[in-house]
T-cell receptor, first 112, second 115 residues
């Protein structure tokens, strides 16, 4: 079956702009999580959505938000971009009774 | 607060050798311990995982050893191959109050397998 699909693969944005990233989970997976990966901070949990509701949230400022649609597809939004937001943003999906997360290839965001 | 400590940061192993990566955790609520492999330009891929009621799990050349009392777990890669050269992350997960769970990752180990 198809894996987790993230679009776009690469993005370059200017400070102060906003950006929206998209994630399509594995068919049948209702849990979608987002992680930020940077060389300095490693992999950090942003938030998790389940059945269109944010179920858990990490320690990121309110500029980072997300949503999930009825088909389980998810979007993540970052407003008022800062240079420090440059990172690989990873989406992962999981089945209802499964702790095993499958990650997408990520969106590489560069803020200039 | 770093809840999962991983070592070493980098590792060079000869082809056919054994690669060993160690992790230690603090939160006793963690109940699922996966290892992920990541190649450049790709997302992490689940390699193998273990729950704390088991002391060892083996899948092919990959083995997780788990020591609950010491709060430590390790990944052993037997007969290491150049294709195993990648970054490896340990992680730990626990159920959250609102349902679901989240992964807390170690800092990663860059493994290079030389011919």
């Amino acid at each position: 079956k198809a894996g987790v699909t993230q679009t776009p693969r690469y993005l370059i944005k200017t400070r102060g702009q906003q950006v929206t990233l998209s994630c399509s989970p594995i068919s049948g997976h209702r849990s979608v999580s987002w992680y930020q990966q940077t060389p300095g901070q490693g992999l950090q949990f942003l938030f998790e959505y389940f059945s269109e509701t944010q179920r858990n949230k990490g320690n990121f400022p309110g500029r980072f938000s997300g949503r999930q649609f009825s088909n389980s597809r998810s979007e993540m939004n970052v407003s008022t971009l800062e240079l420090g937001d440059s990172a690989l943003y990873l989406c992962a999906s999981s089945g209802d009774r499964d702790y095993g997360y499958t990650f997408g290839s990520g969106t590489r965001l560069t803020v200039v | 607060q770093q809840q999962v400590k991983q070592s070493p940061q980098s590792l060079i192993v000869q082809k056919g050798g054994i690669s060993i990566i160690n992790c230690a955790y603090e939160n006793t609520a963690f109940d699922y311990f996966p290892w992920y492999q990541q190649f450049p330009g790709k997302g992490p891929a689940l390699l193998i995982a273990i729950r704390p009621d088991v002391s060892e799990k083996k899948e092919g050349r990959f083995t997780i050893s788990f020591n609950k009392s010491a709060k430590q777990f390790s990944l052993h890669i037997m007969d290491s191959q150049p294709g195993d050269s990648a970054t490896y992350f340990c992680a730990a997960s626990s159920s959250l109050t609102g349902g679901g769970n989240k992964l807390t990752f170690g800092t990663g180990t860059q493994l290079k397998v030389e011919l």
